[in-house]
């Protein structure tokens, strides 16, 4: 059984930054490629940015490009989320999820297992 654990989520002022981590247990880590999603109060979930499983790719939503990076460590099964420069639009869910298929994905639908979330707020 494959569970995600994402941890690192809180309050940080507006222009500042926060990691959130995602630990990954019960599968081959190395295998999945690995997305954040975030959801906001009364919007739907949306993709944030994705590593594939070997780390060559990475992909950005275009609101977050330029101020958020996407990592992994394969020996820790664990993917990161740096996320600075935040802004009070970045307060939402944040969404840990993996993927068996080796393309990156962007849409909800592209994904297999998904974590609980963490919430970060960001205080204008």
């Known amino acids: 059984q494959v569970q995600l654990v994402e941890s690192g989520g809180g309050l940080v002022q507006a222009g500042g930054s926060l990691r959130v981590s995602c630990a990954v247990s019960?599968?081959?880590?190395?295998?999945?490629?690995m997305g954040w999603f975030r959801q906001a109060p009364g919007k739907e979930r949306e993709f944030v940015a994705v590593?594939?499983?070997?780390?060559?790719?990475?992909y950005y939503a275009d609101s977050v490009r330029g101020r958020f990076t996407i990592s992994r460590d394969n020996a820790k099964n664990t993917q990161y989320l740096q996320m600075n420069s935040l802004k009070s639009e970045d307060t939402a869910v944040y969404y840990c999820?993996?993927?068996?298929?080796?393309?990156?994905?962007?849409?909800?639908?592209?994904?297999?297992?998904w974590g609980q979330g963490t919430q970060v707020t960001v205080s204008s």
């Open positions: 999820a993996a993927s068996e298929d080796w393309r990156i994905r962007t849409s909800i639908h592209g994904y297999d297992y």
């Open positions: 019960g599968g081959t880590f190395s295998r999945y490629s």
């Open positions: 590593i594939s499983w070997s780390v060559s790719g990475s």
